[in-house]
């Protein structure tokens, strides 16, 4: 999901810590699968 759509959405309903917790865990295994550990 682009970055944008996940600003949009957090910006709609505010998250709670667990949401918001959620979808950083999300990206970060997104951005594990897609790029280096050295990238990050």
Not at 5 to 34: F, K, N
């Amino acid at each position: 999901m682009p970055v944008q759509d996940v600003v949009r959405e957090l910006r709609q309903v505010p998250p709670t810590a667990e949401q918001l917790a959620a979808e950083v865990l999300t990206a970060i295994r997104t951005v594990s699968l897609t790029k280096a550990p050295a990238n990050l």
